[in-house]
């Protein structure tokens, strides 16, 4: 049971330099979404998408890019790094039905911005 | 003004307490609620959903108001393995069901 799979779980970055976070669900869930942690916060939405080839903006997307070009993949590409970027990202996904349904997380990716 | 709110805490309590946490939110749009527990350095997990009528699954009892758009949760006779930190949610199932955060409150629970 895999679930959603998060990689790397550790990042150090210089900054100016891009990567991407990975992060893949076998549950064949619609939505998915990426968050940050900062330390004594809860989670801030950075994207999310609805669906295969459909992504969208949430609260703090700058810095951000984001793609969906299956259901099951669903990366986060950092632009070009920032110490203000240093954070704990969670990938999260989720079936959208009638009622609101349970979130499942990723392990989180910890990143460090240099 | 935060879309969601939690009490701040830290809560430090003996076991065998009882201890509730209120939450409120702004968006009257939000249709389905949640407490999600988080375990230091790790993801967030579902510990119960929120219904209208209220539930309760075993020493956990959740309790919604939609008049004034508030949230509770009680946990009677705390154990140390509650210790965590509780993370109200609040989803728009007609935004596409986007999910919004509390900050959390953190649970400290001492023999």
């Known amino acids: 049971n895999a679930g959603v799979t998060q990689t790397p779980k550790f990042q150090v970055l210089k900054t100016g330099q891009s990567m991407t976070l990975q992060c893949a669900q076998d549950m064949n869930h619609e939505y998915m979404s990426w968050y940050r942690q900062d330390p004594g916060m809860g989670l801030r939405l950075i994207h999310y998408s609805v669906g295969a080839g459909i992504t969208d903006q949430g609260e703090v997307p700058n810095g951000y890019n984001v793609s969906r070009s299956t259901t099951e993949d669903f990366p986060l590409r950092l632009l070009s790094a920032a110490p203000s970027q240093t954070s704990v990202y969670f990938c999260a996904s989720s079936y959208v039905g009638g009622g609101g349904t349970e979130a499942f997380f990723g392990q989180g990716t910890r990143l460090t911005v240099v | 003004r935060k879309e969601v709110e939690q009490d701040p805490g830290p809560f430090n309590v003996p076991e065998g307490a009882t201890v509730a946490f209120n939450c409120t939110y702004s968006n009257s749009a939000s249709q389905s609620f949640f407490w999600y527990r988080q375990d230091c350095r790790k993801e967030p997990k579902l510990l119960m959903s929120v219904y209208s009528s209220g539930n309760e699954d075993g020493r956990f009892t959740a309790q919604l108001n939609r008049a004034s758009q508030y949230i509770s949760l009680l946990i009677r006779d705390s154990k140390l393995s509650d210790s965590a930190t509780y993370l109200c949610?609040?989803?728009?199932?007609?935004?596409?069901?986007?999910?919004?955060f509390g900050d959390g409150t953190t649970l400290t629970v001492k023999p």
């Open positions: 949610v609040v989803m728009d199932n007609t935004n596409a069901g986007k999910s919004t």
